[in-house]
């Protein structure tokens, strides 16, 4: 279900969230539990420079294309703003704000979304391939190059070299080896700024397969689209801690908090989760060779689910906010952006900026922003 009205005054039925095996929270060979269902509230506090006589912003908002595992109950905002909308991210039907001020003086604006979650996991055991290829047109459009996603030249002649050497046949078996490459050969690299920038060419031709889940998921998502796979990125932020592993969640001042989460289709099936740069991040973070047994079942489960203490904004690549920006061309629309006076604001230094992102776990079903 996919709403164009961002404010919403309703509460959820439960018959939006179906219960489902949930493979995070749990130990091998325990009964498998319930998936995590909750409410979160989502809080973006700007306070922008007062100088010069006009300021911009623009702040990504959780996904309003509805799903059993994220649906969103809406948006408001107060401040000092002189225009302030919701509106869609240019070329896509992912919510944004948009607030500008034509004075000089305090420029604050507070942004506030509800969402509810619900652990996600999709059965591959049991898939089969038809005999029917064909796609749906809005899936179509993901099997296309983007500026730093190109699909010809070393990315086509890698995917090829992967499924080749894995003796891939399907889609499933295709995807299952373009992810486990990934996870063996690439990398997270704390020293890069943000997530990343996702110019897999640069780091296939360069050998450079470093980098933060921008960079690696980006990696996955462009050698599925070379091997004939739809695929795409999910740029979003994590809203609380994980029930599994520490260093793969973030609660309350979720500022810093960006992560990005690729899918990929199968026909008769739909999207499937999968996230190889987490598997690598927790390696790192617990300083953990590839073959250890925590690594290893993370990697099992990170093929096919997600936990979901993460809200996923947008699929969007180059993206261009306004046409008379000083931003120019996004890679993609994760971060709060903004200009003041004609200048770009820093969107990876939130004290500098200055932005603060709060998330709060909600009680009950109604809505409290």
């Known amino acids: 279900m996919k709403r164009r009205d961002f404010i919403k005054l309703a509460g959820v039925s439960a018959a939006l969230f179906p219960m489902a095996p949930s493979v995070f929270g749990q130990q091998v060979g325990q009964p498998v539990i319930p998936p995590r269902r909750y409410t979160y509230r989502v809080t973006y506090k700007i306070d922008l420079p007062g100088d010069g006589k006009k300021a911009r912003l623009w702040l990504p908002l959780p996904d309003t294309e509805d799903s059993p595992h994220q649906f969103s109950q809406g948006s408001v905002w107060s401040g000092t703003a002189s225009t302030a909308r919701f509106e869609n991210v240019p070329g896509t039907t992912s919510p944004m704000f948009y607030a500008e001020w034509n004075r000089s003086g305090p420029r604050s604006v507070t942004v506030s979304?509800?969402?509810?979650?619900?652990?996600?996991?999709?059965?591959?055991?049991?898939?089969?391939?038809?005999?029917?290829?064909?796609?749906?047109?809005?899936?179509?459009r993901y099997l296309q190059p983007t500026k730093f996603i190109p699909l010809d030249g070393i990315v086509r002649k890698t995917a090829l070299s992967i499924t080749k050497e894995a003796k891939a046949q399907s889609q499933l078996q295709k995807a299952r080896a373009i992810y486990d490459w990934v996870v063996?050969?690439?990398?997270?690299?704390?020293?890069?700024?943000g997530c990343g920038r996702g110019n897999i060419k640069a780091m296939l031709e360069t050998g450079h397969l470093g980098?933060?889940?921008?960079?690696?998921?980006?990696?996955?998502?462009?050698?599925a689209r070379a091997a004939g796979i739809p695929a795409r990125d999910n740029y979003g932020i994590r809203i609380d801690e994980s029930a599994a592993h520490k260093t793969l969640g973030q609660a309350d001042d979720i500022t810093t908090a960006q992560h990005c989460r690729p899918e990929f289709y199968l026909a008769g099936l739909g999207w499937v989760p999968v996230d190889p740069a987490d598997v690598r991040q927790l390696a790192l973070d617990e300083e953990l060779s590839i073959e250890h047994p925590r690594v290893v079942e993370l990697r099992e489960k990170l093929f096919g689910s997600w936990e979901m203490n993460w809200v996923a904004f947008n699929h969007g690549r180059d993206i261009r906010l306004a046409r008379d920006s000083v931003l120019g061309e996004l890679p993609f629309f994760m971060y709060p952006q903004a200009e003041v006076a004609g200048h770009e604001r820093d969107s990876l230094e939130p004290a500098e900026f200055a932005y603060k992102i709060t998330s709060a776990r909600l009680v009950g079903t109604g809505i409290k922003f």
């Open 211 to 223: 980098g933060k889940c921008a960079d690696l998921n980006a990696l996955f998502v462009g050698l």
């Open 113 to 140: 979304s509800v969402i509810k979650t619900s652990d996600r996991a999709v059965n591959l055991e049991r898939y089969r391939e038809g005999n029917s290829s064909a796609l749906p047109a809005d899936v179509k």
């Open 184 to 193: 063996e050969n690439s990398y997270r690299d704390p020293a890069t700024r």
